[in-house]
């Protein structure tokens, strides 16, 4: 080969490896704002829960996956919690909307919101809800 070959190849090869670097930190970026986002919202939600027993409410889809996730792993821990399917029209839609949000499952634990399933988040404010152990 000449030197005329191995220069094309060797720029061929650079534009390659810029173009990998390229799509590589677009794909990256693209989870920036999920990874700054905080793990749930504080508020009162008092007025969501259908009673004053009902500690956990979960609006969301029948064909979420992660939805499903969340119900799984709230009947699996033996929590009782309210299931709001968000696609019928009503006061649980509108509850919802009301938060603002685009994804679902959105899920209330106590004083938090939490949107999507993430575990530790959702352990945590179970975790909470506990009444302190008394010594």
Not at 34 to 46: D, H, K, S, T
Request: charged residues 15%; contains cysteine.
């Amino acid at each position: 080969m000449n030197s005329m070959h191995v220069n094309k190849i060797k720029t061929g090869l650079a534009y390659v490896a810029i173009l990998a670097l390229g799509l590589g930190v677009g794909h990256v970026a693209t989870k920036v704002p999920q990874w700054l986002a905080p793990a749930y919202v504080e508020g009162n939600f008092q007025s969501y829960f259908p009673d004053a027993s009902t500690k956990v409410v979960v609006y969301g889809t029948k064909s979420c996956p992660y939805c499903q996730q969340t119900r799984s792993y709230l009947s699996a821990h033996g929590i009782p919690f309210a299931d709001v399917d968000i696609n019928h029209a009503g006061k649980g839609q509108q509850d919802y909307e009301s938060f603002g949000e685009k994804a679902v499952p959105v899920i209330l634990i106590g004083n938090r919101r939490i949107t999507g399933f993430k575990q530790q988040a959702i352990e945590a404010a179970l975790d909470q809800l506990k009444p302190a152990a008394s010594h």
